[in-house]
């Protein structure tokens, strides 16, 4: 059941995104009196549709194939490759007899609607689920380091300066891809400034976290199976705030006070749904009582409300975040930086994301990161995507002479070529990590 709730969420959150994608070439060539011949959600692949009604020249549908949707705009070259269009004498009403600063801004105009949906998608979600942010100036006695954290060189009580050079004022900032991918993370140490100098690989590191807020609260984000904590009664969500009676300021005082007490059973003070409570624990002997931590650092420093207006320049921040740093990655998997068989993903790899239960926060949260990765992927000039044809709309507009049907055929067909092994691989590696795990786990 739970693979079958994120399957529905990528494919409504995708269906979403390329519903946009294909509005924003509709309306661009409309505004040009260019005829489109279909508007489809979902692929009618073989001539099947669950429903469709023609309105003046235009068929509006919805496809059997739940996979995204397009637009079928006349007299252009596209991946139905239906070219007996094409036979006939050019139609002033059909893309190929307009100018090409017209055909460039209907090519564009499906990016250009992605990059403002994921903005306003991202202010929404800043505004309606973050709600406020940490400046990084509240905190006064700098951050905690964890274990990864100072095996980079960060130490707890350092106070965030700047990365690359750039104050931030929030937080989070410190925490972003910008430091994922390769930073020099200025902080204040002792009164001095030091410069800590990241890796470009941190990014491949998955769920780790580096360091904190020195003072956050610690929530239990999930409790480990037959582990001491479940037999405690721990829960997820719980906030533990003390450990036989000593008040938690940050992990580090956990950490500290369960490696003190190793094979014994200590009293944790717990907070639930806001009442307080005590909980006998066993410790380990590796110090360890079996729960994977959250840390809430809003609850206890000083956070300032996103208004309107920071929530949009956020959102367009942490838009183009999203679109340089994909780029970044695509181009390090040229450079044989990055393995594109752990890189490269599948809708099927997708879902999981998205988690086995209906999230709003998380969905909108991707669906913004989505509709940005949607841009970039489009804008890349290989033939058969929008950035193929701007690409070659671009050159004629430089040459002065206009491409051939024929090349432009060939040139979808090469395109097609490069594409479609591209998804096969990422579908059949998707498919195989499934299997495995349920064969061999």
């Known amino acids: 059941m739970g693979g079958l709730i994120s399957a529905l969420q990528l494919i409504l959150s995708l269906s979403l995104l390329v519903f946009i994608h294909e509005l ?92 403002l949906a994921g903005i306003i998608i991202f202010a929404f979600y800043l505004k309606s689920y973050e709600k406020e942010y940490l400046p990084a100036s509240a905190l006064k006695n700098g951050i905690y380091a964890f274990e990864g954290g100072e095996k980079l060189g960060f130490q707890t009580g350092d106070k965030l300066v ?44 998955k769920g780790t976290d580096y360091f904190a807020p020195f003072h956050h609260k610690i929530q239990v984000a999930a409790v480990a199976d037959s582990s001491n904590a479940q037999k405690a009664g721990l829960k997820d969500s719980d906030f533990i705030v003390a450990v036989n009676g000593k008040i938690l300021e940050n992990y580090g005082d956990l950490r500290t006070a369960l490696q003190t007490a190793k094979d014994t059973v200590v009293s ?84 999981k994301y998205f988690g086995p239960k209906w999230n709003w926060q998380r969905f909108w949260y991707l669906t913004g990161l989505l ?28 040459t002065g002479r206009r491409l051939s049907d024929s090349f432009l055929e060939k040139a979808q067909m090469v395109g097609m070529a490069i594409l479609l092994p591209l998804m096969l691989f990422a579908v059949g590696k998707d498919l195989w990590e499934i299997i495995s795990n349920f064969l061999f786990k």
């Open 371 to 398: 509709s940005f990765i949607l841009a970039f992927m489009n804008i890349l000039p290989i033939p058969a995507l929008d950035g193929g044809h701007m690409m070659f709309i671009g050159v004629e507009a430089i």
């Open 268 to 351: 944790l003070d717990i907070e639930r749904e806001g009442k307080m409570q005590s909980l006998n624990c066993s410790v380990d002997t590796a110090g360890k009582i079996g729960f994977y931590p959250f840390f809430d650092y809003k609850a206890v420093n000083a956070t300032h409300p996103y208004g309107l207006a920071e929530s949009m320049r956020y959102g367009i921040k942490e838009g183009w975040d999203a679109i340089y740093y994909n780029a970044k990655g695509f181009a390090m998997m040229f450079q044989g930086k990055l393995n594109p068989a752990t890189s490269v993903q599948s809708p099927i790899g997708m879902a």
């Open 24 to 115: 924003g070439h509709f309306l661009a060539a409309r505004a040009f009196n260019i005829r489109v011949d279909k508007f489809f959600i979902f692929f009618d692949a073989w001539g099947k549709k669950l429903w469709s009604k023609k309105v003046g020249d235009t068929e509006y549908g919805i496809g059997w194939l739940p996979l995204g949707g397009y637009v079928k705009i006349a007299g252009m070259v596209d991946e139905s490759m239906d070219t007996e269009q094409l036979k006939q004498e050019p139609q002033p009403w059909e893309f190929r007899s307009k100018p090409a600063w017209q055909r460039f801004i209907v090519m564009i105009g499906g990016i250009v609607m992605n990059i």
């Open 162 to 205: 700047a990365i690359n050079g750039k104050s931030r004022e929030r937080y989070k900032d410190y925490t972003s891809m910008e430091m994922l991918f390769g930073a020099d993370v200025a902080v204040e140490r002792k009164g001095e400034i030091v410069h800590i100098q990241l890796p470009d690989t941190l990014f491949q590191t």
